[in-house]
C-alpha cells in the first residue's frame, strides 16, 4: 500500500514569503506528526494531530508556524513571512493511532530552504 | 529538560563486526524508546521498540538494551553488512506519540 506522502519534495522561497506544505497519511491513521529536521540532527518534535484536532502544538517555535488537518486525514503545514534559519527539512509521520507503542511512518520530507 | 545524546562521530567498522551504538538521555523516565533508521534523503523508518521493563530486544541481527538506571540504550548489529550502512536514530516516546530524537549516529561498514 502506499506510504506517507509529502509535496512538495523541494521548496526554494524567498524570506519573507508564505509557505505551505503538504502531508498525505496513510490511509485509516488517525496520528500524524510533524517533525522538522536540519541538518546533522535528529528531527524535532513540531505538532501531532489526533484526527482533526492538534492534540499538542507545543513545539512549533513561534506564532509563524500553524498547521490543520481540518477532515482528519491530509494536514498542511504554513509558515508565514519565513525566515533563512526556517530552512530544514520538514517530515510527516502518520501511525494507526497515538499511544507510545504505536509505530510511526515517515514520509520522505519537504526539503525547504529560504533565501 | 529532556535531553538526549548520541555519539555524533560516525562509526566505521569492518564487515562481518559487530557495531555497537549508545544512546543515553537525562531529565526524563521514557516508559519506551525507540531505534529507527534514517538513509540520505529519506524519512527514518522504525526498527525496534524496547519498554522500561525489558532489558533486551532481539529482531534478526538488531538487538536493543534498555537500562533504566543508566539512562542508556545499545544498540547491536550483529554480521555487519555494507548495506547496513546508514544514520540510526535513537527516541524517547512520550505517552501520546510524541518523539523525542537524539541527533543519530552514522553508521559506516566497510567490505
Known amino acids: 500500500g502506499a506510504g506517507v506522502s509529502q509535496t512538495p519534495s523541494n521548496k526554494v522561497t524567498e524570506k519573507g514569503k508564505y509557505v505551505e506544505l503538504r502531508c498525505d497519511p496513510i490511509?485509516?491513521?488517525?496520528?500524524l506528526y510533524w517533525y522538522r529536521q536540519s541538518l546533522g540532527q535528529g528531527p524535532e518534535f513540531l505538532i501531532y494531530f489526533q484526527g482533526t484536532g492538534a492534540a499538542d502544538d507545543s513545539g512549533l517555535p513561534n506564532d509563524r508556524f500553524f498547521a490543520v488537518r481540518p477532515e482528519g486525514s491530509v494536514s498542511t503545514l504554513k509558515i508565514q513571512r519565513t525566515e533563512r534559519g526556517d530552512s530544514a527539512v520538514y517530515l510527516c509521520a502518520s501511525s494507526v493511532r497515538q499511544g507510545a507503542r504505536e509505530t510511526q511512518y515517515f514520509g520522505p520530507g519537504t526539503r525547504l530552504l529560504v533565501l | 529538560s529532556q535531553k538526549i545524546e548520541q555519539n555524533s562521530e560516525a562509526l566505521n567498522i569492518q564487515e562481518g563486526k559487530t557495531a555497537t551504538l549508545t544512546c543515553n538521555y537525562t531529565?526524563?523516565?521514557?516508559?519506551?524508546l525507540q531505534w529507527y533508521r534514517q538513509d540520505p534523503g529519506r524519512g527514518p523508518v522504525f526498527l525496534l521498540l524496547?519498554?522500561?521493563?525489558?532489558k533486551e530486544k532481539r529482531k534478526e541481527r538488531l538487538k536493543v538494551t534498555f537500562d533504566t538506571t543508566l539512562k542508556q540504550s545499545l544498540f547491536h548489529i550483529t554480521a555487519s553488512q555494507p548495506a547496513d550502512s546508514a544514520t540510526y536514530l535513537c527516541?524517547?516516546?512520550?505517552?501520546?506519540?510524541?518523539?523525542?530524537f537524539g541527533q543519530g549516529t552514522t553508521l559506516q561498514v566497510k567490505p
Open positions: 524496547i519498554r522500561e521493563n525489558e
Open positions: 527516541a524517547l516516546v512520550s505517552n501520546t506519540g510524541k518523539l523525542i
Open positions: 490511509s485509516g491513521h488517525t496520528a
Open positions: 531529565n526524563y523516565s521514557p516508559a519506551y
